[in-house]
């Protein structure tokens, strides 16, 4: 194993178990909302997206509802469709494992990929590993979290909700040295925050993420000419 996949490697298993902590505090909150154990570890298993299970819980707990809470969890999940748009030419996959990898599309999955540049052997390397280690990791701490809930209380207080966000900044801290890339943070940063306040969740998302990818159009036009 050569050293660029060795550090992937590490990298990979990393990311998975500190977006799995952030898990213990969905299967907490789970509960809490009213869900049980199964129906928890459903959202996990099937859903398979933090941001948009966070939403659900988050709607069924001010008992709005199935319907809002699906449509919050959706929006919040559309960003993972332009991961697929980028990750489709690198993955290549056809039949029984063309599920697998939608599955397996998410933030840390999409990022950690970017590591193995411009190599695509290295690129599924991060994307496969990642994947598989968050998917583990996530479905182990929200089954720990759902069970231990109650002796656990409030999990904000152990810091959980900010391991997830760090491990990602971790991840693109690298690229904020150059000065279009930590543009680009910077916009989708205050877009999001500015927005949160006055849109229903998942709407600033889907604006950044929109926002990127019309820095890449951009960007590919620039570079054509």
Not at 15 to 20: L, M, P, Q, W, Y
Not at 35 to 44: E, G, I, V, Y
Not at 85 to 99: A, E, Q, T, Y
């Amino acid at each position: 194993m050569s050293s660029k996949q060795q550090s992937i490697t590490a990298v990979s298993l990393g990311v998975g178990f500190a977006t799995g902590v952030y898990a213990i505090s969905f299967g907490a909150l789970s509960v809490a909302a009213g869900l049980d154990l199964w129906q928890t570890m459903a959202l996990s298993l099937l859903m398979f997206s933090g941001g948009s299970q966070f939403a659900f819980i988050g709607v069924i707990a001010t008992g709005a509802g199935v319907v809002p809470a699906i449509l919050s969890a959706w929006l919040l999940g559309v960003r993972n469709g332009f991961y697929a748009i980028r990750m489709n030419p690198v993955l290549s996959v056809r039949g029984l494992i063309m599920p697998v990898a939608a599955q397996l599309t998410i933030d840390e999955s999409n990022a950690v990929s970017l590591l193995g540049e411009p190599d695509r052997k290295q690129e599924r390397l991060g994307f496969w590993l990642t994947g598989i280690a968050v998917f583990v990791f996530w479905n182990f701490f929200t089954f720990l979290g759902a069970v231990l809930g109650s002796q656990i209380g409030n999990p904000t207080d152990w810091g959980l909700d900010a391991a997830a966000g760090a491990a990602f900044l971790g991840l693109i801290w690298p690229r904020l040295s150059q000065s279009k890339f930590l543009a680009l943070a910077v916009a989708s940063a205050f877009v999001a925050i500015s927005l949160s306040s006055v849109l229903p969740a998942g709407v600033p998302v889907l604006l950044t993420a929109l926002l990127a990818v019309g820095f890449w159009l951009f960007g590919m036009r620039g570079g054509k000419k």
